[in-house]
């Protein structure tokens, strides 16, 4: 791997988007097999198709907004921008190949170009958001739309990229920008200072606060917009959202942790112990407030009266994932999660099957999307719960290989769903690259950029 194929893929990446090449554009086609040992030659068959199609093929040059390298979330004209959301796993995958430093660290810097954009227009309050998306074909419409931002795993995908390639000019320009838009987030999101995160946006759309998370998840159907409950300033609107979370307080956690464990390795003691400051008192707000013994999981609650909202959502595993839940609430996370609430054909289905808004094949109502699968089966695996992990992972990648690469499932049959070869579905090989999986078994060749199991 080190001068041979995956070599050669890269500098025929850096000559396509700009960068400096070791090897002629005219480069032979290149075989991706070659990163990747399993004795299932259908794996590496996959591992080639997405790495082809939802990772190094979403690279794209500087375009109108995106003054830098960028990556893609859709395919052809769908979803023809940089996502947080998407981004963060694909260049998790993209930092497996070597010499694409330069390229990760535009992409990242796409992120921050838009902080100093957008601080620029702003009032201080609103200083430091970074967008759900950066549209590069509507360059003249950032600071109108999207007005709001998204599921906050930049400091997941930033610590994934340094385990994979040690670049640390990478994490020297990014700790302070995602240090400001973790501060961004609290402070607009966390409204009462409670430690639970709601949704919102600048606009006052409501359906532009539910983009900030699984756009249409069941228990964001009661929502409301109102003022920020103290601050009276001139221009203030109906902003911020009446229901808090447990998926988005619970990525925020995890991208907390992230860019604790980073500032630490930088040696910055301070920046850790604020980042800490922060995960105590919200690990210890969504154990209070939003454990629902009954259910077996973590529920969203009314922002003001803290009254739970009595529906479980793919949001509801995400506490796993960021450590939130004690071992005996884990423990129960596992019982429930072998119920008929949750045990689909394919799983795991965006709302509890016993809901009367489940439909198999519904946009983050009944549906699969591989990338929550990925984070969940983690989450279990961090807490000793490998059998389950390895049933998720596993019925992930073999739908994958029976039904191919798209943006989500039916839970039921497992057909495909949305946009195909989605960036974010690249996490079918993720699962096996982290060890998730039992029956389908996917290895780098290389060691050395292999991440450690969960």
Request: hydrophobic residues 40%; charged residues 25%; aromatic residues 10%.
């Amino acid at each position: 791997m080190q001068t041979g194929v995956a070599g050669a893929m890269a500098s025929l990446l850096l000559s396509r988007w700009g960068g400096t090449a070791r090897a002629a554009p005219d480069a032979p086609a290149l075989d991706l097999k070659a990163l990747f040992e399993s004795n299932d030659p259908q794996l590496l068959s996959l591992a080639e198709e997405v790495f082809r199609h939802c990772v190094v093929g979403k690279v794209r040059p500087p375009e109108g907004s995106a003054k830098r390298r960028w990556l893609q979330a859709g395919t052809g004209d769908a979803f023809y921008g940089q996502w947080i959301w998407d981004a963060m796993f694909e260049v998790d995958l993209l930092a497996i190949l070597p010499e694409q430093q330069e390229i990760i660290r535009d992409i990242f810097q796409n992120y921050w170009d838009f902080q100093e954009r957008w601080n620029a227009k702003r009032p201080d309050y609103a200083h430091d958001m970074v967008a759900c998306m950066i549209e590069p074909k509507r360059p003249d419409m950032w600071n109108e739309y999207p007005v709001y931002s998204q599921i906050p795993i930049l400091g997941w995908g930033l610590e994934r990229v340094f385990t994979r390639n040690g670049d640390k000019e990478l994490l020297r320009q990014c700790l302070g920008p995602l240090e400001k838009f973790h501060d961004w987030y609290w402070r607009e999101r966390d409204v009462t200072d409670g430690g639970l995160i709601a949704v919102g946006t600048y606009s006052g759309n409501i359906q532009h606060a539910r983009y900030e998370t699984f756009d249409f998840e069941c228990n964001l159907d009661d929502l409301k917009l109102t003022p920020h409950p103290t601050r009276k300033g001139t221009g203030e609107g109906n902003w911020y959202g009446d229901i808090c979370l447990p998926g988005n307080t619970a990525y925020l956690i995890d991208s907390e942790r992230s860019l604790a464990r980073l500032a630490t390795l930088t040696g910055d003691s301070a920046m850790a112990a604020r980042r800490q400051a922060r995960i105590d008192k919200s690990v210890a707000a969504m154990r209070q407030h939003m454990w629902d013994e009954e259910s077996g999981t973590f529920l969203a609650v009314n922002r003001d009266t803290l009254a739970k909202i009595r529906v479980a959502t793919i949001g509801s595993w995400m506490p796993l994932m960021a450590e939130v839940p004690t071992p005996a609430m884990a423990k129960r996370m596992a019982e429930a999660f072998m119920t008929d609430h949750w045990q689909t054909p394919l799983p795991i289905p965006t709302v509890d099957r016993q809901d009367k808004r489940w439909v198999s094949d519904s946009y983050w109502r009944g549906d699969v999307w591989p990338a929550p699968n990925y984070q969940v089966a983690g989450g279990f695996a961090r807490h000793g719960y490998r059998e389950i992990a390895a049933d998720i992972a596993d019925k992930t990648v073999a739908n994958a290989l029976k039904n191919g690469i798209n943006e989500h499932y039916d839970s039921i049959t497992g057909k495909p769903l949305g946009v195909p070869y989605n960036g974010m579905t690249c996490t079918v090989i993720t699962m096996m690259l982290d060890g998730l999986t039992t029956q389908h078994t996917l290895k780098l060749k290389n060691p050395a950029r292999q991440l450690s199991k969960p």
